[in-house]
């Protein structure tokens, strides 16, 4: 274990931190960290209104979660290409790419217009739903206003105002993107939405093979999400699959045969304890093992959402997306976790769902015990403890890098403290 342990600190982290500054994948990492406080209203609120639901006259916090966590694809169609140009020193450029941004993304998302001329977006691309779309145009807006950077109309002695050439310089690169936005969705009707299902369309028609059950749950809960696409963006594909399962399973119990369909709705519930990524493990590891202050933040914060099968705060807030070091293990149980529950369920180990239990907002175990019972519960903690094992090595890792870094955070303040304080004596000498 040492020696592992000793290659994961000294060859597989360095390389890792290397591949995460590139500033294409940090630009995106930072934008889901800004956005962090959106996220976490957005979470907190939704168990607020899910629970609400069961208390009559509960007030409906809903729409603090609609425009907060809920406009969060819109955030980051501003926020990705704002930080790239950032990274790539473009700060004058910035502001007007974060704007090109915007303008892309909801083109992207295919609005509608109705016969008053009003604008009409569906909710959901504006925020879990729409975060491909969302990634798509701000690295395309980043790239494009990336590559005029380097062009001028004007001299760099000119005696005009920066912010007028600033305006001059970025026109054709907006009309470029614009234009694209234009030409693909409004005259070759072309739907980004269409294109995932397309995508998925064969995973989902091999749905309840092995293959086709362990790739739909790896890509969906576990693979995007680590690169900062939620599970909720598939989820409209993945209903139509797993609602037509269990009702197969029931009509088939109805009629006194036994259930035959894996591929159910409440499936996941044996093996997404904590979320996408069996995350409950890494959160409760920040919690209660972690040295550096910052894990300790994340894994109190993100405490009652995990609880409750909403790891947002978690994947977005270690980070685990765009972060190699916790990316890894994730897809390491996100392909464990699902193949072996087809083979549990196939040999019958578990039983197949046929009960519709749709509380997932309740903890992991109540929700594996409601569609499996007892043996469902079992093994959903079996899987709790292969998701900490995966875990664990990984955390140390990453654990003892943010404490380098706060130490290094720590040293630099107390130098700057130390060189105002000698700069003020020599003042006042």
Same mark, same amino acid.
């Given at each position: 274990?040492?020696?592992?342990?000793?290659?994961?600190?000294?060859?597989?982290?360095?390389?890792?931190?290397?591949?995460?500054?590139?500033?294409?994948?940090?630009?995106?990492? =930072?934008?889901?960290?800004?956005?962090? @406080?959106?996220?976490?209203?957005?979470?907190?609120?939704?168990?607020?209104?899910?629970?609400?639901?069961?208390?009559?006259? %509960?007030?409906? !916090?809903? @729409?603090l979660s609609t425009f907060s966590l809920g406009l969060l694809s819109l955030y980051l169609a501003y926020l990705v290409p704002y930080l790239l140009m950032e990274k790539k020193r473009h700060n004058k450029t910035k502001k007007e790419a974060g704007l090109a941004g915007i303008g892309f993304f909801l083109m992207l998302v295919g609005p509608t217009f109705d016969e008053a001329g009003n604008i009409l977006f569906q909710?959901?691309?504006?925020?879990?739903?729409?975060?491909?779309? #969302?990634l798509i145009a701000g690295l395309f807006v980043g790239f494009v206003m990336n590559a005029f950077s380097t062009h001028s109309f004007f001299k760099e002695d000119s005696a005009i105002p920066d912010f007028i050439t600033v305006w001059f310089d970025t026109l054709i690169p907006i009309l470029i993107i614009l234009f694209v936005g234009w030409l693909f969705i409004f005259q070759l009707h072309i739907s980004i939405f269409?294109?995932?299902?397309?995508? %998925?369309?064969?995973?989902?028609?091999?749905?309840?093979? +092995?293959?086709? +059950?362990?790739?739909?749950?790896?890509?969906?809960?576990?693979?995007?999400?680590?690169?900062?696409?939620?599970?909720?963006?598939?989820?409209?594909?993945?209903?139509?699959?797993?609602?037509?399962?269990?009702?197969?399973?029931?009509?088939?119990?109805?009629?006194?045969?036994?259930?035959?369909?894996?591929?159910?709705?409440? /499936?996941?519930?044996?093996?997404?304890?904590?979320?996408?990524?069996?995350?409950?493990?890494?959160?409760?590891?920040?919690?209660?093992?972690?040295?550096?202050?910052?894990?300790?933040?994340?894994?109190? #914060?993100?405490?009652? @959402?995990?609880?409750?099968?909403?790891?947002?705060?978690? /994947?977005?807030?270690?980070?685990?997306? !765009?972060?190699?070091?916790?990316?890894?293990?994730?897809?390491?149980?996100?392909?464990?976790?699902?193949?072996?529950?087809?083979?549990?369920?196939?040999?019958?180990?578990? @039983?197949?769902?046929?009960?519709? !239990?749709?509380?997932?907002?309740?903890?992991?175990?109540?929700?594996?015990?409601?569609?499996?019972?007892?043996?469902?519960?079992?093994?959903?903690?079996?899987?709790?403890?292969?998701?900490?094992?995966?875990?664990?090595?990984?955390?140390?890792?990453?654990?003892?890098?943010?404490?380098?870094? =706060? &130490? &290094?955070?720590?040293?630099?303040?107390?130098? /700057?403290?130390?060189?105002?304080?000698?700069?003020?004596?020599?003042?006042?000498?």
């Amino acid at each position: 274990m040492k020696k592992f342990m000793d290659w994961m600190t000294n060859k597989f982290a360095p390389k890792m931190n290397k591949l995460a500054r590139n500033p294409w994948i940090a630009s995106v990492q =930072e934008a889901i960290l800004t956005a962090m @406080p959106m996220i976490f209203i957005g979470s907190f609120t939704t168990i607020l209104t899910a629970f609400g639901g069961l208390i009559d006259g %509960f007030p409906d !916090f809903s @729409p603090l979660s609609t425009f907060s966590l809920g406009l969060l694809s819109l955030y980051l169609a501003y926020l990705v290409p704002y930080l790239l140009m950032e990274k790539k020193r473009h700060n004058k450029t910035k502001k007007e790419a974060g704007l090109a941004g915007i303008g892309f993304f909801l083109m992207l998302v295919g609005p509608t217009f109705d016969e008053a001329g009003n604008i009409l977006f569906q909710s959901s691309t504006l925020g879990n739903g729409g975060m491909i779309a #969302a990634l798509i145009a701000g690295l395309f807006v980043g790239f494009v206003m990336n590559a005029f950077s380097t062009h001028s109309f004007f001299k760099e002695d000119s005696a005009i105002p920066d912010f007028i050439t600033v305006w001059f310089d970025t026109l054709i690169p907006i009309l470029i993107i614009l234009f694209v936005g234009w030409l693909f969705i409004f005259q070759l009707h072309i739907s980004i939405f269409d294109c995932i299902y397309t995508l %998925f369309s064969p995973i989902l028609s091999a749905g309840d093979s +092995f293959l086709g +059950f362990v790739i739909l749950y790896f890509f969906g809960y576990t693979f995007l999400y680590t690169f900062g696409i939620s599970t909720w963006v598939i989820y409209p594909i993945e209903s139509a699959l797993i609602l037509q399962g269990i009702a197969a399973n029931q009509a088939a119990v109805a009629a006194g045969n036994a259930a035959s369909v894996i591929n159910a709705d409440g /499936v996941s519930y044996y093996f997404t304890l904590g979320g996408g990524g069996c995350t409950l493990a890494l959160g409760l590891m920040m919690l209660f093992m972690a040295k550096s202050k910052k894990c300790k933040v994340i894994g109190k #914060a993100s405490l009652v @959402p995990n609880l409750c099968n909403i790891n947002e705060p978690l /994947v977005f807030g270690a980070p685990i997306a !765009f972060n190699p070091i916790l990316m890894i293990p994730m897809w390491i149980i996100g392909l464990l976790a699902p193949a072996l529950t087809w083979f549990a369920l196939y040999f019958d180990i578990l @039983p197949k769902v046929t009960t519709l !239990f749709s509380f997932w907002y309740l903890p992991g175990p109540i929700c594996s015990y409601a569609v499996g019972g007892m043996i469902g519960l079992l093994f959903t903690l079996f899987i709790f403890v292969l998701s900490w094992i995966i875990y664990y090595p990984f955390f140390k890792v990453y654990d003892r890098q943010c404490v380098q870094k =706060e &130490e &290094e955070d720590e040293s630099k303040k107390e130098e /700057v403290s130390k060189r105002k304080a000698m700069r003020q004596r020599t003042e006042k000498a």
